[in-house]
């Protein structure tokens, strides 16, 4: 069974500009989080998603936001970047969010 | 409220040894406990999972011990390897909501050969 998949793997951005990070989640996990990580803060929620509706959200600023699709697959937009914005993006998946999570190797972002 | 407290932010042990990964919480709310270990340049990877009805949970040379009064709770790695090397993070969250996880801050360990 293939695992979370995000795409892409690496991302150089200046600052001001917005990006799009994507997550497929494995088959059949319908609930998908995203997690920033870096080494002041360590690992924050951002937000969840399950059955294209957000359900939690982290204490992030609105240039965060995010998706769902009805096949579960999840996006995530960072606008008006801020160097502070660097960091690894994380997607986690699981069936319908109470059960454990299994996280892809993230979106190691960037910004000059 | 919301925070995980982790503990220590680093170790290093000797091949063979048991490294013990502490971590403390402060909301009573909290009924669901992880553990991750993470390798660089890779996402965590879950290890071993608690609930608050029951005091200790062995998977292979991992073990979790939970004290719910003192909310608190570890995790032991028996026979340590130079392959167990890496990040631990310990997590908390609430029974339906574990799709949002609190962290700890995570601690590196390194076994020694």
């Known amino acids: 069974k293939a695992g979370v998949t995000q795409t892409p793997r690496y991302l150089i951005k200046t600052r001001g500009q917005q990006v799009t990070l994507s997550c497929s989640p494995i088959s059949g996990h319908r609930s998908v989080s995203w997690y920033q990580q870096t080494p002041g803060q360590g690992l924050q929620f951002l937000f969840e998603?399950?059955?294209?509706?957000?359900?939690n959200k982290g204490n992030f600023p609105g240039r965060f936001s995010g998706r769902q699709f009805s096949n579960s697959r999840s996006e995530m937009n960072v606008s008006t970047l801020e160097l502070g914005d660097s960091a690894l993006y994380l997607c986690?998946?699981?069936?319908?969010?109470?059960?454990?999570?299994?996280f892809g190797d993230g979106t190691r972002l960037s910004i000059l | 409220q919301q925070q995980v407290k982790q503990s220590p932010q680093s170790l290093i042990v000797q091949k063979g040894g048991i490294p013990i990964i502490n971590c403390a919480y402060e909301n009573t709310a909290f009924d669901y406990f992880p553990w991750y270990q993470q390798f660089p340049g890779k996402g965590p990877a879950l290890l071993i999972a608690i609930r608050p009805d029951v005091s200790e949970k062995k998977e292979g040379r991992f073990t979790i011990s939970f004290n719910k009064s003192a909310k608190q709770f570890s995790l032991h790695i028996m026979d340590s390897q130079p392959g167990d090397s890496a990040t631990y993070f310990c997590?908390?969250?609430?029974?339906?909501?574990?799709?949002?996880?609190?962290f700890g801050k995570g601690t590196k360990l390194s076994v020694k050969p």
């Open positions: 997590a908390a969250s609430n029974e339906g909501s574990q799709g949002n996880l609190i």
């Open positions: 998603y399950f059955s294209e509706t957000q359900r």
């Open positions: 986690a998946s699981s069936l319908t969010g109470n059960q454990p999570q299994h």
